[in-house]
């Protein structure tokens, strides 16, 4: 063998161990148990536990609660937060909890996948969007079919005709980001004056306020009132896997929609368990599930098909996600305190 050969073979042997020594190593995951805190409906997030726990071997803990219970929670724990991420509900309730120092900072290597990063990802990686939403009315058949001549409401301001009095049903905002998203679309449609001129008359057609923000689809199925307003997926859902009753309109003049969010709380026990899920849950293979749990939100990142693409072909407001966050503490008071308590609401 030539001294030239051997020269050679040990500065390609030298590369190779440069290469090795500079590759980075894989994080190894210690975290044996993740808690959520999740917002959708019941079935995705049994879903998502069950398919994460397979995917991973890491047991997840999950409590559902409505995103304004939600925020409360976070913050009355956040000396010593029980759970590690906060998964679900509209993106408006993460803005105020960024604001409240309650998130915690992460960059995923996911985000390359987010279709708008603009608008569906905070600029300082404190939450990301994880589906989205439109907010729509919907009808009972029946009680359309009980009384002739009434059609089903096609704007807002069809709300508050005589004939749905005491026939509306939608969630309390304190309580629900589907409430609050209803709530910050008036206003920003009507502006400050009027939209809470209107606040106040549409108050007064509810037949009663729901804690969750599905809910109101549930009951006016049933028949306990003529009209919900809730997003359009909680529709679909009572319709496909109901078979309820029900008719989707929507306000022809602009609907609002929602950014379901989720970040990582600040002083989350399970760091690591709670990246992975984090990065799983903007990933492909993570959202192109939820129409196997009845789920059938759009999805925020590339390379997943639109299960219903006609629920995003309405006449969507340019929602301001950022303003209707910083306003929300502002507004669910004023609402509770000066036009609806938050008592008695219906589970």
């Not at 990802?121 to 919907?138: E, I, P, Q, R």
């Not at 509306?168 to 998203?181: E, F, K």
């Not at 679909?236 to 989720?262: A, C, H, K, S």
């Not at 026990?269 to 984090?278: C, S, T, V």
Request: glycine share 8%; hydrophobic share 40%.
């Amino acid at each position: 063998m030539s001294k030239k050969f051997n020269v050679l073979l040990i500065v390609v042997l030298l590369g190779i161990m440069l290469l090795t020594a500079c590759k980075p190593t894989p994080e190894v995951i210690t975290d044996t148990e993740l808690n959520v805190l999740c917002t959708p409906q019941e079935q995705w997030c049994q879903g998502m536990k069950q398919e994460f726990e397979a995917l991973y071997g890491i047991t997840v803990n999950y409590v559902r609660m409505s995103s304004g219970e939600a925020l409360a929670r976070i913050e009355a724990e956040k000396d010593n937060p029980t759970f590690d991420i906060w998964w679900g509900g509209p993106i408006d309730s993460f803005v105020s909890a960024k604001g409240k120092g309650l998130l915690e900072q992460y960059d995923s290597p996911n985000f390359k996948n987010i279709r708008e990063p603009e608008k569906m990802k905070d600029v300082d990686n404190y939450w990301v969007g994880v589906y989205v939403g439109s907010l729509g009315f919907a009808t009972n058949k029946n009680w359309l079919a009980e009384h002739p001549g009434v059609e089903a409401p096609t704007s807002w301001d069809d709300l508050l005709k005589p004939e749905f009095k005491g026939q509306v049903m939608v969630a309390h905002p304190s309580t629900s980001g589907t409430s609050y998203t209803a709530l910050a679309t008036i206003i920003q449609l009507r502006g400050e004056e009027e939209g809470w001129e209107y606040i106040k008359k549409y108050a007064g057609q509810m037949a009663q306020f729901t804690k969750s923000g599905a809910a109101p689809a549930k009951f006016v199925g049933q028949g306990e009132a003529a009209v919900a307003i809730v997003f359009s997926h909680d529709t679909v859902n009572e319709i496909e896997n109901n078979q309820m009753p029900l008719l989707l309109t929507f306000p022809e003049e602009g609907t609002g929609y929602e950014i379901g969010g989720q970040a990582i709380l600040k002083g989350a026990k399970h760091l690591q368990a709670a990246k992975l899920w984090f990065d799983w849950a903007i990933s492909p293979e993570g959202q192109a599930l939820g129409p196997k749990y009845a789920a059938y939100q759009a999805p925020t990142v590339k390379g997943v098909e639109l299960s219903h693409p006609e629920l995003l072909e309405v006449n969507l407001i340019d929602y301001d996600f950022i303003w209707a966050g910083e306003h929300k503490s502002q507004y669910v008071d004023k609402f509770t305190n000066e036009i609806q308590n938050a008592e008695n609401l219906k589970q």
